[in-house]
DNA sequence: TCACATTTGTCCGTATGTATC
DNA sequence: AGATACATACGGACAAATGTG
């Protein structure tokens, strides 16, 4: 953020490589070390999730900063969805991954600031997808046909008892993506699943039309397995504009939430 | 965030609705409810972009809260991609716009942790350029034209001055992807772009192959341009798979980034 | 060039609320 | 119920950076 905007450094031109390494070395706030280098254990795998952090007190200590430069440190690494804090005895900081949920978050500011529409959602969804579905029919296994196959039935298993497969029907997509094999369509889908669990938590849940997206996700599946590729685009397409219809009414209010204090 | 992830309430889940309006009234902490409050002014527009915002001394007293609180708010409002911080006389902050910064550098982090690899990379940028150029098609005006013309000539020109046109090649899919008139695919292509430019930092600058990708921009643009969407197709094709040839050596490294000391 | 005012960045001491034992 | 441990929050202080006269 820094270091990528000074794209106009006052100086020549000219010798914009070597500015740009200079730029490198400019001198950094300490909450960011602090929360980069708490960031680099968690890439490395030596901070896992379900991990406590010591108290604010020794961290800060530890890493040779004061509380509050030590507080910015947290905050920051709240906020980007590496920990969540806890009040009280016992509390403190702890490893989790809600970094799909940040940037959710952030969309949503994005959409409030009306710089994206529904309609850009529900398009980039449905190529996403479908580029998902491409790679799905080429790198799919036997194993996450079995998980796709696990998740219609206990989507099934619902719709028999009356009860809407919310939950299901949304980890169904996320499971495609894991088919793919692709972790970038993994976080891509995660997230674009996360926002849609937020368009739709306004409205009643419908058990009908969850009863009918069990069906069309029963009807994909089986068109992927079979590997009729062309009925798997057609049925995907046709899913996801029934999908579209389901979130109408959204798109003619200007706001998608009516308040913005959560978070 | 703290709203809604309370699902399961503790309490029976019968009352879930009533639960949750209990829920709203959740105590919240100070600076969160201090940077909500700026954000609902920038929401309605009564603070805009290039607007500054008093010292933090100033803000904290105004808003009755200790400047620990208000640095917390400003944390997360900076992070967030509302403001910009400047250190120094006539410094503080201003409200700048960077959300699509502060999304593209959660994804970052997002894939980072997910390990994603170069080929992952590879396919999902080829995938997400052709939906965006599918978009362009159906979606692109004069006026970006007229932007992606001004780009392939200042490349143009770089090159026929011995220079390679790094940025400009770079930009070139941005601007498509402002052409497509789709958010989300501006902040994909952003995430996409800077992760390239990372990848490519690490090399020797080619000119001859910095000039062989403005010819094939220009190339591409004319197709656009002259609505000949099979040979777009094709062009853009032919173009990211020489683009991954040039990364041919990554693929063996498991981590995108060696070093997130980047924001 | 130099001093000065302003503002962020950082540290410390202290107090309070809250969750756990 | 009381003690403990921790985050949360306030206020004061100084350092560092930066623009101005």
Redesign the interface.
């Known amino acids: 953020?820094?270091?990528?905007?000074s794209?106009k450094p006052k100086t020549s031109d000219i010798r914009?490589?070597k500015a740009d390494i200079f730029n490198t070395v400019k001198k950094?706030r300490a909450?960011?070390e602090v929360s980069?280098e708490v960031?680099?254990l968690?890439?490395k795998g030596l901070l896992r999730p379900g991990d406590q952090l010591p108290s604010e007190n020794e961290m800060a200590s530890r890493l040779g900063v004061g509380r509050?430069t030590m507080?910015?440190a947290i905050?920051?690494l709240e906020?980007?969805?590496?920990i969540t804090t806890k009040k009280g005895a016992k509390g403190g900081a702890v490893i989790t991954?809600?970094?799909?949920?940040?940037?959710s978050?952030?969309?949503l500011?994005?959409f409030?600031?009306k710089?994206?529409?529904v309609h850009?959602?529900i398009?980039?969804r449905l190529?996403?997808e479908?580029?998902v579905l491409?790679?799905v029919l080429i790198r799919i296994d036997d194993e996450n046909i079995k998980l796709l196959k696990n998740n219609t039935l206990s989507a099934r298993k619902k719709i028999e008892n009356k009860q809407v497969a919310f939950h299901e029907n949304v980890e169904f997509h996320k499971l495609l993506a894991r088919a793919s094999k692709?972790?970038?369509?993994?976080?891509?889908e995660e997230?674009l699943m996360t926002l849609m669990a937020?368009f739709l938590?306004h409205r009643q849940s419908n058990l009908r039309f969850s009863s009918r997206v069990v069906k069309m996700h029963e009807d994909l599946l089986q068109a992927i397995v079979k590997k009729n590729d062309s009925e798997a685009f057609v049925l995907l397409e046709k899913h996801l504009l029934e999908v579209e219809e389901s979130l109408k009414g959204f798109s003619k209010r200007s706001e998608i939430r009516q308040e913005?204090?959560?978070?």
Chains 1, 2 share one sequence.
């Not at 991954?97 to 940037?103: E, K, P």
């Not at 692709?182 to 891509?188: K, Q, S, T």
């Open positions: 953020m820094t270091k990528k905007n794209k914009t490589s950094k909450f960011e980069a960031k680099r968690i890439f509050q507080r910015e905050r920051f906020l980007s969805g590496f991954d809600t970094v799909l949920n940040s940037i978050n952030l969309l500011d994005a409030q600031m710089k994206a529409t850009d959602f398009v980039a190529e996403i479908r580029a491409r790679q692709n972790y970038i369509f993994v976080v891509l997230t937020d938590s913005l204090d959560s978070y």
